[in-house]
T-cell receptor
Framework: DQQVKQNSPSLSVQEGRISILNCDYT??????FLWYKKYPAEGPTFLISISSIKDKNEDGRFTVFLNKSAKHLSLHIVPSQPGDSAVYFC?????????FGPGTRLSVLP | DAGVIQSPRHEVTEMGQEVTLRCKPISGHNSLFWYRQTMMRGLELLIYFNNNVPIDDSGMPEDRFSAKMPNASFSTLKIQPSEPRDSAVYFCASSYLRLGELFFGEGSRLTVL
């Protein structure tokens, strides 16, 4: 059973609007979460992270929100740009290991 | 600084052949991970090493898969014999644990005919 879930395989958003990517996890002991972005034919690259002692972390256009009681996090991209079109993976640290969700493909339409 | 380096970038082989994928982690990193990406399962962990020692290989699908890390700057993932269902993109990644971030290579796309 997947420990990290991204229930939307794909998302399309108009340029300039907000993109919201969601992620759910099963283990309440997880305490560090990351988002990775992946372009075709490239490896995933780190985007933003959040520790469980926070409920929000912001970096430019990217904000990650963590709701520990719901075991849910989300990535907000505002405003969305065509260059943001990629697959986004949610991940968590489980001890020394990193566990990834299946990914959400974001398409930002010009 | 060079990132994680993987070779080959693309490999096409026939069923039953041996495949060896190679990885050079970022210098100074003490953990190395092998992931496989498929459409159905996304990014799944195969094995990871800490200070060159295999820590968790529970994700290795079968005995046909083996991984080694003879030193801090090199790792291999071997599939023998290969099967069509092994076709996927294989990623190597490294990290320095305290930083809590994983750095990926560009991947090796394997096609087994």
């Amino acid at each position: 059973d997947q420990q990290v879930k991204q229930n939307s395989p794909s998302l399309s958003v108009q340029e300039g609007r907000i993109s919201i990517l969601n992620c759910d996890y099963t283990n309440s002991m997880f305490d560090y979460f990351l988002w990775y972005k992946k372009y075709p034919a490239e490896g995933p690259t780190f985007l933003i992270s959040i520790s469980s002692i926070k409920d929000k972390n912001e970096d430019g256009r990217f904000t990650v929100f963590l709701n520990k009681s719901a075991k849910h996090l989300s990535l907000h991209i505002v405003p969305s740009q065509p260059g943001d079109s990629a697959v986004y993976f949610c991940a968590t640290k489980d001890g020394q290991n990193f566990v990834f969700g299946p990914g959400t493909r974001l398409s930002v339409l010009p | 600084d060079a990132g994680v380096i993987q070779s080959p970038r693309h490999e096409v082989t026939e069923m039953g052949q041996e495949v060896t994928l190679r990885c050079k982690p970022i210098s100074g990193h003490n953990s190395l991970f092998w992931y496989r990406q498929t459409m159905m399962r996304g990014l799944e962990l195969l094995i990871y090493f800490n200070n060159n020692v295999p820590i968790d290989d529970s994700g290795m699908p079968e005995d046909r898969f083996s991984a080694k890390m003879p030193n801090a700057s090199f790792s291999t993932l071997k599939i023998q014999p290969s099967e069509p269902r092994d076709s996927a993109v294989y990623f190597c990644a490294s990290s320095y644990l305290r930083l809590g971030e994983l750095f990926f290579g560009e991947g090796s796309r394997l096609t087994v005919l």
